[in-house]
């Protein structure tokens, strides 16, 4: 049985605060990216040296593939899926500006930052996860390949990331010694916040675009049928 739109409205506090954890955590890496881009966007830069289109067109060009991709092992996107690609960029941007974020000099302060990075990344994907509401494009297809494998989190992130990097990294992108650490790192804080968090991804069904509208649409029939009911 479906649940009601009010439920979801009620989750979109969480979705966001997820969101703005992810994007915070995304900047504090990027804000590092001497050591090396990030495994995605190595793929991203590698993709670049074969198409004709921008760093921000071409992540959009992969979510949409992904997206696809996931229909295949069952994860249909949702509500947060959507919302997912529209303002993580725009809180990246956000963070991205704010001067009291800034890069810091020395080398140990770097990694530091990086890894710390990586931990708000995790607690971000977390919270906005564990609302229900639809993953967004890469997550998504990690948590399709939890449910078709049974296997933790950590591997699965894992793996995902080494992929992307080895792929990214024979198109010609640029791999550092943060891109090591985050292929590595990812999966094992992932692991740990979601143990923490009590999150099992592989048993969570998340509301999907159509639950939403026959939702909505059941809501306002029902609407109807007690207007012409008091009529």
């Known amino acids: 049985m479906l649940k009601s739109n009010k439920n979801t409205l009620s ?20 804000k590092v990216r001497d050591l090396g881009l990030g495994p995605w966007d190595v793929l991203h830069t590698g993709i670049m040296n074969y198409l004709p289109l921008t760093f921000g067109q071409v992540s959009q060009l992969m979510g949409f ?4 991709f996931s229909l295949f092992l069952g994860v249909a996107p949702g509500i947060g899926t959507v919302l997912n690609m529209i303002f993580i ?15 810091p000099q020395t080398y140990i302060g770097k990694l530091l930052m990086l890894i710390l990075g990586v931990w708000v990344l995790s607690i971000g994907i977390y919270f906005y996860l ?8 890469r997550d998504g ?4 390949l939890m449910k078709k494998t049974n296997l933790p989190v950590g591997k699965i992130k894992t ?12 198109l010609g992108g640029k791999v550092g010694i943060g891109t090591i650490i985050v292929a590595l790192m990812l999966g094992y804080s992932l692991q740990v916040v979601f143990t923490l968090g009590k999150y099992q991804g592989n048993n969570i069904v998340h509301r999907t675009l159509k639950d939403e509208f026959l939702s909505l649409k059941n809501r306002n029939k029902g609407k109807i049928n007690s207007n012409n009911f008091s009529v």
């Open 11 to 30: 989750k979109l506090p969480t979705l966001f605060f997820g969101f703005a954890l992810c994007s915070l955590g995304i900047t504090m890496m990027y």
């Open 65 to 68: 593939v992904i997206i696809l």
């Open 89 to 103: 960029g725009i809180f990246i941007d956000f963070f991205n500006s704010i001067p009291l974020l800034f890069t």
């Open 130 to 137: 564990k609302c229900g509401l639809g993953a967004g494009p």
């Open 141 to 144: 297809l990690m948590l399709g």
């Open 159 to 170: 793996f995902m990331e080494i992929s992307v990097v080895i792929i990214g990294a024979l």
